[in-house]
């Protein structure tokens, strides 16, 4: 890594040792993310500030040409973008967090990751599947049972996770690692391809965006997803005359700027001036992270432009970074470039008329939502954990619809709690997701594909099987006659994300998992958040009424065991200051109100 570390060949070892040269200084991009900026005479988002701990001042005179900024002498004083710890008390912490929702500054799930900490922990190995830390006796990991040694970068979910990799027989790429392979990929698309085949992009120059310094705790999103993902795929034998791909290439200013303001892509592409750059406190970026951004933006493009010319059916386009955490001009949440909303810009100007996005990352997709936020030409769908905007990144309640032209093309399903599976999942694509679906009739459905709802997944704490993922995935295939295109966004167990990636992707290929199960039985949490976002939706779409009061009934009945097995001296409340916010509704629902105080 540039020379910041060594790493020991035997185990897999990552020791902290001296530099062997200076390391160029951290960079802080304001204005992309949370935190606190103060500026004299231009733009927040054009500051480029070392990252320390002291307050810097920097003449724009020093970036401005490169940002095409020329003549610029004003001052920019940028503050230390460190968030304070909170005093230790977690409720009045939560109370905090949850009155400003939306305001994520001290990310409880990324505390491990600090780009203003140079702090150098001596560690034994880290686990290659979920990066959770063991000691140096220990053969496999303590968290998932992943052997240090396991071949899953190869092939992927179909690895022995209990025995190291037979090196020997492994195939090992010509300038490949035995550790770091080369990225699998089908042969390109030719005229000759039928048109009813899979595509499946990626490029390796995305591998590029990594983390330079590692922490006390590797990031969990790192190039190991992709090579697991798609040694899966090859070792399930789904890359070899199944599928296709089409030549990668950078998005375009002009592209990039359909979405995005141009301050932001600039920001961006200044990330290539530097090392180590971050955007706010969970965001890294490298000197490659603009170059990784562009390809993975260009690939949705030109994926989503082959689907709609009827060059392929469908598409697979696995890319980092992740995208549906940016907003119009702000990098966050891992993410740089919105993937998503770039392609869905492209299909309508390719000609589609409707584009909807449904988004099952296990985090709402803030930024794909604001961007259409105002737009009834794009339906956004989004399945999340929300907890009443506890839950990174606080936004995505029920009563987020949209605005103007766009009022009611925004739809939210959030989960109020962790634990949500299949039978959740599959219950809101049948009683929301689909009859609003038909009702839209798009031309063509993008959908974010964040694996983090699976289960062993160490942010998300859901608990989505690959069968469940290839249920939603087929009901869509069918409502949409094949014309999807799956783009990647988070998942950070490997394994988790490579079986669920391989059972999208057999459901693309024209493989069916079995009849979707219409009676499972959603659980009590799944029910009322289903519920919830069918009374918000029935004011701009027909809900059947009779599945309204028939989840209701369910609802009462649910209550009713509840009580009748727990007796009414066991009261369970939900933090107070629902009952008197927005969450009434759901504090009234998941928890009894009538006993005694």
């Known amino acids: 890594m540039n020379g910041n570390y060594e790493t020991a060949k035997e185990g897999g070892f990552i020791s902290s040792v001296g530099h062997d040269r200076a390391p160029k200084e951290s960079l802080v991009l304001p204005g992309l993310a949370n935190g606190s900026a103060e500026m004299k005479g231009t733009d927040a988002s054009l500051g480029l500030v070392t990252s320390k701990s002291s307050v810097v001042t920097q003449t724009i005179e020093e970036v401005g040409p490169s940002l095409g900024l020329e003549g610029a002498k004003e001052d920019m004083v940028m503050e230390d973008v460190h968030t304070s710890k909170g005093d230790g008390n977690e409720l009045e912490d939560l109370k905090c967090m949850y009155e400003h929702e939306g305001d994520w500054n001290n990310e409880e799930e990324d505390k491990d990751w600090d780009p203003d900490e140079n702090v150098e922990v001596l560690v034994e190995w880290f686990c290659i599947n979920c990066t959770d830390s063991n000691s140096e006796d220990e053969s496999h990991c303590k968290q998932c049972g992943e052997h240090r040694n396991s071949g899953i970068l190869k092939r992927g979910f179909l690895a022995s996770i209990y025995l190291p990799e037979n090196v020997t027989e492994s195939r090992i790429e010509p300038g490949a690692t035995e550790d770091k392979p080369f990225l699998p990929s089908p042969p390109l698309w030719t005229s000759q391809t039928e048109p009813s085949s899979t595509a499946i992009c990626s490029d390796e120059r995305m591998l590029l965006h990594s983390e330079v310094r590692i922490k006390s705790h590797p990031h969990p999103e790192r190039p190991d997803r992709l090579r697991a993902i798609m040694g899966g795929f090859d070792a399930a034998g789904l890359l070899s005359g199944r599928c296709c791909s089409i030549p990668s290439r950078e998005a375009t200013l002009a592209e990039m700027e359909s979405v995005h303001s141009r301050l932001h892509v600039e920001a961006i592409e200044a990330s290539s001036l530097r090392d180590v750059s971050s955007f706010g406190r969970d965001t890294y970026a490298n000197s490659h992270s603009a170059l990784a ?54 299909a309508l100007t390719a000609g589609a008329k409707k584009v909807m996005i449904v988004d099952w990352d296990v985090h709402h997709g803030n930024g794909t939502q604001e961007i259409f936020d105002d737009d009834s030409s794009v339906l956004y769908i989004s399945l999340h954990r929300h907890q009443g905007g506890l839950f990174y990144p606080g936004t995505g309640a029920a009563t987020e619809v949209g605005f103007g032209n766009g009022e009611g093309y925004s739809v939210n399903i959030p989960w109020p709690c962790g634990g949500i599976g299949d039978e959740d999942y599959i219950f809101a ?156 509704i759901v504090y009234d629902h998941c928890f009894d109100t009538s006993g005694p105080r």
């Not at 949705?300 to 549906?324: E, S, Y």
Request: charged share 15%.
């Open 293 to 346: 951004a562009r390809l993975a933006a260009g690939i949705c493009i030109d994926l989503t432009a082959a689907i709609l010319k009827g060059q392929v059916l469908n598409g697979f386009a696995l890319v980092r970074p992740p995208g549906h955490h940016a907003l119009h001009a702000t990098a966050m949440g891992f993410c740089l470039h919105n993937n998503a909303a770039l392609a869905a810009k492209a």
């Open 429 to 584: 694509f049948l009683n929301v997701v689909l009859p609003i679906a038909e009702q839209f009739a798009p031309d063509i459905t993008i959908i974010s594909a964040g694996f983090d709802a699976a289960k062993g997944d160490p942010l998300g704490g859901c608990q989505v099987t690959p069968l469940g993922y290839a249920y939603m995935t087929q009901m869509l295939y069918l409502l949409m006659k094949g014309k999807l295109l799956v783009v990647l966004e988070g998942g950070y167990n490997l394994r988790s994300i490579s079986a669920s990636a391989t059972a999208v992707l057999k459901v693309l290929l024209g493989e069916s998992p079995g009849d979707v199960p219409k009676d499972y039985p959603p659980t009590y949490a799944g029910l009322v958040a289903v519920l919830e976002a069918c009374h918000v939706q029935a004011r701009f779409w027909t809900i059947d009424p009779m599945s309204t009061l028939k989840m209701r009934m369910q609802l009462t009945a649910a209550e009713a065991k509840f009580k009748g097995k727990h007796g009414m001296r066991q009261v369970i409340r939900g933090p107070v200051w629902w009952r008197w916010g927005r969450k009434r």
